[in-house]
């Protein structure tokens, strides 16, 4: 197998790195670059585990290979707060609402909630809900993070 100079940007850090053709990007992600927060589950893109923002956008890093990363701006959970260790608002919410228990599906539902979030981004609580359906929770029951999802779209005009 033969391997490929990639150059991409990670939580705001620049990397070049040799990676094989065949591996996935969450692979380079949690063994090249120690970026754990991401989960690896099913490794089909059913459980949402794995999700990280690529280009602005919510990305199973299960379903892509390292090679199509190349020239990207990725965030992972780990470059979601401030770096003094502020919350982001979706954290925040997660946190307020009591959104989560084990925690293994949590970074990717913080990732896609995020990704919808950033910026001028205002979806309506429906928008959010329907993104979640790509998300299986073991645990909560979902009602957490529904809450926090209201909590989140609170602003939207009724």
Avoid: W
Avoid at 3 to 30: C, K, S
Avoid at 83 to 100: F, I, S, Y
Avoid at 139 to 149: E, F, H
């Amino acid at each position: 197998m033969s391997d490929h100079a990639i150059t991409l940007t990670v939580n705001g850090r620049q990397y070049t790195e040799q990676v094989e053709a065949r591996m996935t990007l969450g692979d380079f992600l949690r063994e090249k670059l120690g970026q754990t927060g991401l989960h690896l589950a099913c490794e089909h893109g059913v459980c949402g585990a794995c999700t990280i923002v690529v280009d602005g956008l919510a990305v199973r890093s299960c379903l892509m290979f390292a090679v199509q990363a190349d020239g990207t701006e990725i965030t992972t959970v780990e470059g979601v707060a401030a770096a003094d260790g502020t919350l982001n608002p979706v954290q925040q919410a997660m946190r307020e609402c009591h959104a989560l228990q084990c925690g293994f599906c949590t970074p990717g539902v913080v990732m896609t909630l995020t990704s919808l979030t950033t910026g001028e981004n205002e979806p309506s609580e429906e928008a959010l809900l329907k993104a979640m359906s790509g998300h299986l929770c073991r645990c909560t029951g979902y009602q957490g993070i529904r809450k926090a999802i209201k909590q989140l779209t609170a602003g939207e005009a009724a």
